[in-house]
């Protein structure tokens, strides 16, 4: 979202004070942050919005919260025994970031 009326409609809603997180947004300081964490999660191999980490696993995009919450309560993709899984697994990815 880009336009800064939803976003202040929006975080009113949520009962959040939005004109003092518009102004604090602005901040050089914030800005700067922003900037850091982006370049991490850019070399942490983060590839959507939105894009969640369990311990090592990455997992981007809403359509991809399912998967979150599964493995949130302890399932996992266990490729070991399982030849044909294994091996797609170890297939390169089908996209990748460009700097």
Do not use: H, Y
Not at 5 to 32: E, Y
């Amino acid at each position: 979202m880009s336009d800064a009326a939803v976003l202040l409609g929006l975080a009113t809603a949520c009962g959040l004070n939005g004109p003092a997180l518009q102004a604090s947004a602005r901040q050089p300081a914030v800005k700067m942050q922003l900037a850091r964490e982006t370049e991490q999660a850019i070399a942490d191999g983060v590839f959507g919005v939105p894009t969640f980490r369990i311990d090592d696993e990455l997992f981007w995009g809403s359509d991809r919260i399912d998967g979150v919450i599964r493995c949130l309560g302890g399932a996992r993709i266990d490729a070991r025994g399982n030849a044909a899984l294994a091996a797609f697994l170890a297939q390169a990815p089908l996209a990748e970031r460009k700097r």
